[in-house]
């Protein structure tokens, strides 16, 4: 067994089989406990997120690069030079805009991205970065997790609205548009 060092042989006494054996099913069962309170937690948080109370912000592993969580951990902190920026974006985007001119514009009056995108690109806006914001429904307030036991779930107004929801739907269109045509 691995938690021992040792190697099952041939020769192996029965006593030495059976205390491996007996070792390795208490191991798997505390490991079984273990996974059953963290998922029982996981959906304890979804609950209390769903109803706004305690501590619910704590859902999301990384909230989005707007926002920060309030000290309690009860609400939200919204950046409001990067709202303003994600909502010109939006309208830059619902104007008729693509993400090269969007780029473009970001970086010609010299806004620094933030957040991993600030790695890439020398320390300019990219085309993925912009599209990325302009796919995030994060920006509609809705928090929708791309992996673990809640993949596939949506939990509307998690985050605060920060994107109307004409300009939103317009974007959108425009972009399928958009990408339809190239």
Not at 29 to 34: G, L, N, W
Not at 97 to 114: F, H, M, Q, S, Y
Not at 167 to 182: D, E, H, P, Q, S
Request: net charge positive; with cysteine; aromatic share 10%.
């Amino acid at each position: 067994s691995a938690d021992k060092r040792k190697v099952f042989t041939e020769g192996m006494s029965f006593e030495d089989f059976l205390g491996s054996a007996l070792s390795f099913a208490q191991s798997n069962e505390e490991s079984a406990k273990k996974s059953e309170r963290i998922i029982s937690a996981k959906k304890a948080l979804w609950k209390l997120a769903e109803r706004r109370e305690g501590k619910w912000t704590n859902l999301a592993a990384r909230p989005p690069l707007w926002l920060a969580r309030n000290e309690a951990r009860n609400g939200w902190i919204i950046d409001s030079d990067r709202e303003t920026l994600i909502r010109d974006i939006y309208q830059w985007s619902a104007d008729g805009l693509g993400a090269v001119l969007i780029t473009n514009r970001l970086n010609e009056i010299g806004e620094k991205p933030w957040g991993k995108w600030r790695r890439y690109q020398d320390g300019k806006w990219g085309r993925t970065a912009v599209r990325q914001l302009l796919n995030n429904p994060a920006v509609e307030g809705d928090l929708v997790p791309e992996k673990g036991m809640f993949e596939g779930k949506m939990l509307h107004g998690f985050y605060p609205r920060i994107v109307d929801a004409d300009v939103v739907a317009i974007a959108n269109t425009r972009g399928m548009l958009m990408a339809a045509c190239v």
